[in-house]
Nanobody, 122 residues
Framework: QVQLVESGGGLVQAGGSLRLSCTAS????????MGWFRQAPGKEREFVGT????????YYVDLVKGRFTISRDNAKNTVYLQMNSLKPEDTALYYC??????WGLGTSYDYWGQGTQVTVSS
């Protein structure tokens, strides 16, 4: 079993930055692809981006491309989401997830965190 805990959320003004962390326990995540998702009030959860098990490959949805960066430190069992140039529409509960299978949009996510709230004020 893998337990995931997100942290780093908070309230920030538009144009600001936040770095979210996702720390795993229970077992190493070095063999898992990791994804970030978000869910805004009244909306379905949406995929934000993913990083493969080695950290050499990343993918982002167009809405965040060029503003968000995913990285990982397998020695610390932690994945990061650096968010720059934040917009009010980025306001959401952000989740990380650990998955297996083909990396990318076909990854099957087996473990999920509880989420951390990000609120961007205008």
């Amino acid at each position: 079993q893998v337990q995931l805990v997100e942290s780093g959320g908070g309230l920030v003004q538009a144009g600001g930055s936040l770095r979210l962390s996702c720390t795993a326990s229970g077992r190493t995540i070095s063999s898992y692809h990791m994804g970030w998702f978000r869910q805004a009030p009244g909306k379905e959860r949406e995929f934000v981006g993913t990083i493969n098990w080695s950290g050499r490959r990343t993918y982002y949805v167009d809405l965040v491309k060029g503003r968000f960066t995913i990285s990982r430190d397998n020695a610390k069992n932690t994945v990061y989401l650096q968010m720059n140039s934040l917009k009010p529409e980025d306001t959401a509960l952000y989740y990380c997830a650990a998955g297996t299978g083909d990396w990318g949009l076909g990854t099957s996510y087996d473990y999920w965190g509880q989420g951390t709230q990000v609120t961007v004020s205008s």
